[in-house]
């Protein structure tokens, strides 16, 4: 047997490995011990943790596992059989709490991964989030900006201070180096520097507005990034040994102003546009940022709209001011106007007094000549002068109301008056004149026409009068024919010559008066003229007829008044003519028509009339009127006394007199004469008719004389046969107020 030399090893290896595994089975239970401890720490300060049964069950489990590897250190050694079976049920525990947490965790983990997703979920959300309000305070940014630039913008309507103040704010909101604005030339060929931010460029340089850059820029509705060396960005001095910062441009629509001209801008319309360019500093890495552009799209749109308002105030105030000159223009001529009107309206009415005056005097005297014992060659005479005398006052009645028609002065006086009456009295008128020619002279009134009616009676009379005249005038030979009938729709549908339907109802009726003679004819070619003022038909055969041209104008204007419309017609020359006129009447209540017409009816002959010891009372200024109208009364056996003042009327005046006749014009003393004739006669069956004598057609005199309650008014001038029939109806109705 060989003797070793080995040293003998103090533990041997079986034990020594025994001894490693009671080591760590301490350690291991010491650590199993530990965690639960951990676990119950985490469980108690979580108050949010959805598993703590499960935790616990986990506890149980590693409480177990390191209670087996405790009991483990007395199996190293001989044991009892109390060890083993305490061994063996601890480890039947750990197995069941072992496999139930096995199966338990197949449950939970998808729920754990579940609860993963949504974690993952929920911080993508949150990141999204951040990133939205981001671009919201980024937004909000932009609105304020926006709004600050806006309200810099619109502080003024000046255009130029509007761009200056845009590239201003722009430049400190958005830390530009540069910033310029390119206005389109006059021409719209060109687009020209009009304003800068640094103004390192003279302002005025031009360039081409169709160039790629700005096609490419006016074509879009957004900031377009162009390049720095591009005509309408070369704006600054090259940077040298810093490379050129980004350069954006944005097109500025110039919208449409309709109907103004902008002196010193094109006019512009929908598709003109102005280019607004910016550069960022060439020394910064800075790039161009998505709201920073559409800061820039909004502050384009609203400069433009700046711009519109700036220049349509800038074109209202010259409207303005143009309107105002204007109106002191059209003002001075008014007030001229009305001076001219007023100075031929005070002329006419004093050469009315004036001329009729003069023609009283005329027509009286000679009314009284023609009644004395005369020869055949001095009673034609006599009527040469009566005749040229009415023709005279004729002419200057129809100038009178010519004038009134044109500067619309003349206004209808309707009343109710007799209609047949002034039919009848048409051809009382007429018929001396008609018997002198020997013409044949008829009137026809329809059936169903009625008696009474409501209008202007002098008018209608006028027009009726000057109608039947006109036939009178240029007739030798043959007859006149006038009818009157109540206008029906039906009677002028195939009428080609008026345009005219009239409509009747219960409150008016239609007057048809057609006059047909077989005198002279007229050219149809002439008919228009026949109208027309101060005009007369060069067709016309009868040449020693006379007139003045003014009556069918006249009537035309009267009848236009009244409602109606007038045309002649005719065959030619040699055929005859045949005036119609259709005028608008009304139809009066039954209580009216009874009432007298307070109109002068010229009445028939009352030559065999004496007034004998009738006394009146004539009050006149005028010596020769004065004279005149005393010849008259006289001549129709009245007793006149005369004065020549109101004073000496007011004391001459008794209780006598039955009439008394002062002459009117303008003044007012007149009116209150009249006043005061009536306050010295308390009764009235005392008091003298009081009849105002005037030449003045205004109708303002026959409202004075109605005021202070004169009981008549007679124009000048007066015939024989006039003052006749003003006697005699004063002294049957006691009131005559002859139409003005």
């Known amino acids: 047997m060989e003797l070793c030399n080995c040293i003998d090893p103090q533990w041997p290896a079986e034990e020594l490995l025994m001894r490693y595994q009671y080591i760590s089975d301490f350690f291991i239970a010491l650590a199993y011990f530990s965690i639960p401890l951990e676990l119950i ?134 830390a530009l180096e540069e910033c310029a604005l390119w206005m389109p030339t006059r021409n719209g060929l060109e687009l020209q520097l009009s304003y800068t931010l640094r103004q390192q460029n003279p302002v005025g340089y031009a360039v081409p507005i169709h160039l790629p850059v700005i096609n490419q820029v006016f074509s879009s509705n957004h900031a377009v990034k162009v390049s720095p060396n591009s005509p309408v960005a070369r704006l600054r001095p090259h940077a040298g040994k810093y490379a050129a910062g980004e350069v954006v441009a944005v097109r500025v629509p110039l919208l449409h102003l309709s109907n103004f001209q902008i002196y010193d801008w094109p006019e512009v319309s929908t598709g003109n546009y102005a280019l607004m360019v910016l550069m960022l500093p060439s020394d910064s890495a800075r790039h161009w940022h998505v709201h920073e552009l559409e800061l820039v799209e909004v502050v384009a749109d609203q400069v433009a709209v700046a711009l519109s308002h700036a220049a349509i105030l800038e074109e209202s105030m010259r409207a303005r001011d143009l309107l105002m000159e204007q109106n002191v223009a059209l003002d001075m001529a008014r007030r001229e106007a009305e001076t001219a009107i007023r100075a031929r309206n005070d002329f006419l009415a004093v050469m009315n007094h004036e001329m009729r005056t003069p023609m009283h005097a005329i027509i009286v005297l000679s009314s009284l000549l023609q009644e004395t014992e005369l020869t055949a060659q001095q009673r034609l005479m006599v009527e040469t002068i009566l005749k040229s005398s009415n023709l005279l006052s004729t002419l200057i009645n129809d100038v009178l109301d010519l004038s009134q028609l044109e500067d619309g002065s003349l206004q209808l006086d309707a009343s109710t008056f007799n209609l047949h009456a002034v039919f009848r009295e048409v051809l009382s008128l007429i ?27 002098k008018r209608l009379l006028q027009t009726i ?57 007229i050219n149809p070619q002439d008919i228009p003229n026949l ?104 001549h129709l056996g009245c007793d006149v006394t005369t004065a020549s003042s109101s004073e000496e009327c007011l004391r001459i005046v008794s209780h006598e007199h039955k009439v008394v006749f002062m002459d009117v014009c303008t003044s007012i003393d007149r009116y209150e004469l009249a006043v005061r004739m009536r306050e010295k006669f308390m009764k009235r069956h005392d008091r003298p008719l009081i009849v105002a004598l005037t030449g003045n057609t205004n109708k303002l005199v026959k409202e004075n004389c109605i005021r202070v309650g004169m009981d008549g008014l007679i124009l000048k001038p007066v015939s024989v046969e006039k003052m006749r029939g003003v006697l005699l109806e004063l002294l049957e109705h006691r009131v005559l107020f002859e139409t003005v």
């Not at 001396?432 to 020619?437: G, Y």
């Open 531 to 634: 109208f027309t003022k101060f005009a007369q038909c060069q067709s016309l055969t009868t040449r020693n007829a006379g007139g003045s041209g003014l009556g069918l104008a006249i009537c035309k204007r009267f009848v236009n008044l009244m409602g109606g419309q007038i045309w002649i017609e005719s065959e030619g020359i040699g055929k005859g003519c045949t005036a119609t006129f259709v005028v608008k009447l009304g139809i009066p209540d039954r209580s009216n028509e009874s009432k007298p017409s307070l109109v002068t009816k010229n009445p028939g002959n009352h030559s065999l009339t004496d007034f004998a010891g009738l006394k009146v009372l004539v009050m006149d200024d005028n010596g020769v009127s004065r004279s005149v109208t005393k010849g008259l009364l006289v």
């Open 431 to 457: 018929k001396p004149v008609v018997s002198v020619k020997k013409l044949a002279l008829s009137l026809h009134i329809s059936p169903d026409m009625p008696m009474y009616a409501v209008g202007d009676e």
């Open 41 to 174: 720490y985490f469980v108690k300060k979580s108050a949010v943790f959805p598993y703590k049964w499960v935790l616990v069950q986990f506890g149980a489990f590693i409480v177990l596992c390191g209670a087996t590897h405790l009991i483990n250190l007395w199996t190293f050694t001989p044991h009892s059989r109390t060890v083993a079976v305490v061994m063996t049920t601890a480890k039947v525990f750990t197995a069941v709490v072992s496999c139930a947490t096995a199966l338990m965790l197949v449950h939970i983990i998808p729920d754990l991964l579940s609860v993963k997703t949504r974690e993952l979920f929920l911080k993508n959300k949150a990141a999204e989030l951040d990133r939205e309000m981001g671009r919201i305070r980024t937004q909000e940014e932009t609105g304020r900006h926006v709004r600050m630039l806006t309200h810099e913008i619109r502080s003024t309507l000046d255009r130029h201070t509007i761009l200056k103040t845009t590239l201003i704010e722009l430049g400190r909101t958005l």
């Open 465 to 521: 009068l000057n109608v039947v005249g006109n036939a009178v005038k240029f007739s030798k030979e043959g007859s006149i024919c006038v009818t009157a009938v109540v206008a029906k729709p039906e009677s002028f549908r195939d009428n080609r010559v008026l345009e005219f339907l009239p409509v009747p109802s219960d409150n008016h009726f239609y007057l048809q008066v057609q006059v047909k003679d077989s005198g002279s004819g």
